[in-house]
T-cell receptor, first 116, second 110 residues
Framework: GAGVSQSPSNKVTEKGKDVELRCDPI?????LYWYRQRLGQGLEFLIY????????KSGLPSDRFSAERTGESVSTLTIQRTQQEDSAVYLC??????????????FGSGTQLSVL | QKEVEQNSGPLSVPEGAIASLNCTYS??????FFWYRQYSGKSPELIMF????GDKEDGRFTAQLNKASQYVSLLIRDSQPSDSATYLC??????????FGSGTRLSIRP
């Protein structure tokens, strides 16, 4: 596609419910990142996929968070038993990967998650 | 110690002046460095990339990298009101992933 696509753009859920966020990266981009951005804060690294390598899950804040990626295609971020502290914008970004200039990230528009 | 540190600001600069934004990083094995601009309510967009010590210029923007001191900076010349945004420093670390700082909010006053 022309850019990184994320859905939904907004999600309102009740505390304790599960949510699934989707990211469709730019075609040909082997690297895919998920970040969380709370209001007025920077980007908090969550997880990183590179090709068929094992993902770097070191940023996931708890075992309620998980993510999958099918090959070099779509990724889903799942948050189970949502809490109010999970409310944030979840940003997905992709890059060609391989180091240097190829690591420049292209971001989706994000999913605004609100947990009531 | 945070991996990537920035002064949160806000940094207020008069129109036409030079804005100077700074960033330090802790991972000495970091390889590449990026500056992203984020307007309020929008996603970040790349404005500069640097990987060699020294200066790199692109239009009104200059990125400066000093690996020995582990800092990278961004200079914006002839600042315009449209430059008002949050500037995020990002580092491609030795762990082969990109880590962001918390961002510096820049305000250009007319």
């Amino acid at each position: 596609g022309a850019g990184v696509s994320q859905s939904p753009s907004n999600k309102v859920t009740e505390k304790g419910k599960d949510v699934e966020l989707r990211c469709d990266p730019i075609s040909g981009h082997t690297a895919l990142y998920w970040y969380r951005q709370r209001l007025g804060q920077g980007l908090e690294f969550l997880i990183y996929f590179q090709g068929n390598s094992a993902p770097d899950k070191s940023g996931l804040p708890s075992d309620r968070f998980s993510a999958e990626r099918t090959g070099e295609s779509v990724s889903t971020l799942t948050i189970q038993r949502t809490q109010q502290e999970d409310s944030a914008v979840y940003l997905c970004a992709s890059s060609l990967g391989g180091g240097g200039d190829n690591e420049k990230l292209f971001f989706g528009s994000g999913t605004q998650l609100s947990v009531l | 110690q945070k991996e990537v540190e920035q002064n949160s600001g806000p940094l207020s600069v008069p129109e036409g002046a030079i804005a100077s934004l700074n960033c330090t990083y802790s991972d000495r094995g970091s390889q590449s460095f990026f500056w992203y601009r984020q307007y309020s309510g929008k996603s970040p967009e790349l404005i500069m990339f640097i990987y060699s010590n020294g200066d790199k210029e692109d239009g009104r923007f200059t990125a400066q990298l000093n690996k020995a001191s582990q800092y990278v900076s961004l200079l914006i010349r002839d600042s315009q009101p449209s430059d008002s945004a949050t500037y995020l420093c990002a580092v491609y670390s030795s762990a082969s992933k990109i880590i962001f700082g918390s961002g510096t909010r820049l305000s250009i006053r007319p």
